[in-house]
């Protein structure tokens, strides 16, 4: 059923509950003004119930718009050309038949997060790190996020604490996180109470040698700047284990969208399902299920985004691991 479908079947619900209930009870219970119902009722006599379809409302006319393969191509040179601005990128792009002023050039690179040298030689750099694996400062720090590029499993993995609910007679359960950014392979740990950075701590072993197990070598993870990542025990313990501690600015959940795509996808397709099916009344009757689940998600679950395109994590783990040693 699509959006306008749905807004046509309760509109017509509430002319359909005003036969009922009366006028003011069915706007009160629909949340709308008497005008508004009035306007339907006018709408459906005159031309039928299929009026209250929302109208459809065409794309405005912009004449002087400029064509999708002009900014195509002003972005491709200046990508190309990070260290020319716009008037400098003027004479490359006549040559391409582009030509448009510096200002006019200006504005797309604005409206594209690539105005200043840096953005653009940070993109550059991320696309370079994308296609060849090669991972340098500018990339981590560029346009797209720097979770978003690793070059073997364990180089980068981020970290981050999920709330899972209160079961009565457990108590506040937490689930912490761990996904590798080159694989995408998972970790995951249920936690009661306070999610502390002891606790964090502790998950940090666990996440190295879970890594350790499939052939990887932890050398660096990506937090957010939660209290459990700051604290004294978690960062004593990355000394322990010399690992580079990343943190993502603050109000910025999209530079670790990795471990934040992860816990949507296990919220979606584990966490609501398990709780519509069976009652849980202990933490180990969660945990064993959700360690099978993460297992599956590892070994067999193909995930179809860009990155990944129909692999597995164990698949990405094992042409990694191979391409390593090569």
Not at 69 to 87: D, F, K, M, N, W
Not at 303 to 311: I, K, L
Request: aromatic content about 6%.
């Amino acid at each position: 059923m699509t959006p306008d479908q749905i807004i046509h079947a309760r509109r017509s619900a509430v002319l359909d509950h005003a036969a009922k209930v009366g006028v003011s009870a069915a706007c009160a219970a629909a949340g709308i003004s008497r005008t508004t119902y009035y306007r339907w009722v006018g709408r459906a006599q005159r031309y039928g119930l299929a009026a209250l379809l929302p109208k459809q409302r065409r794309r405005p006319a912009q004449p002087n718009a400029m064509p999708a393969q002009e900014v195509s191509t002003i972005l491709a040179e200046a990508v190309a050309r990070p260290t020319l601005g716009a008037r400098q990128l003027l004479d490359h792009l006549a040559a391409r038949g582009v030509h448009r002023s510096a200002s006019g050039v200006q504005k797309v690179l604005r409206h594209h997060r690539l105005a200043t040298r840096r953005q653009r030689v940070a993109a550059l750099a991320s696309i370079t790190a994308a296609e060849s694996g090669l991972l340098t400062d500018a990339a981590q720090d560029g346009p797209y996020g720097f979770c978003l590029a690793a070059t073997g499993p364990g180089q980068l993995v981020c970290l981050d604490t999920f709330y899972v609910g209160k079961l009565k007679g457990v108590g506040a359960v937490y689930q912490l996180t761990a996904v590798d950014v080159a694989t995408r392979w998972a970790v995951v740990r249920l936690v009661v109470g306070d999610k502390s950075a002891a606790v964090a701590a502790r998950f940090l072993t666990q996440v190295r040698a879970a890594l350790r197990a499939v052939g990887a070598e932890l050398s660096g993870v990506l937090t957010d700047n939660g209290p459990e990542f700051t604290g004294r025990a978690f960062t004593s313990r990355l000394a322990e284990l010399g690992l580079i501690h990343h943190r993502i600015p603050a109000r910025s959940p999209n530079h670790n969208a990795v471990v934040e795509r992860f816990q949507g996808t296990v919220l979606a397709e584990f966490y609501r399902p398990h709780f519509h099916r069976v009652r849980v009344d202990t933490l180990a009757e969660l945990d064993a299920p959700l360690q099978a689940w993460t297992a599956d998600y590892n070994r067999r679950r193909r995930n179809r985004g860009d990155y990944m395109r129909g692999r597995t994590p164990g698949e990405m783990m094992r042409t990694l691991n191979v391409r390593k040693t090569a």
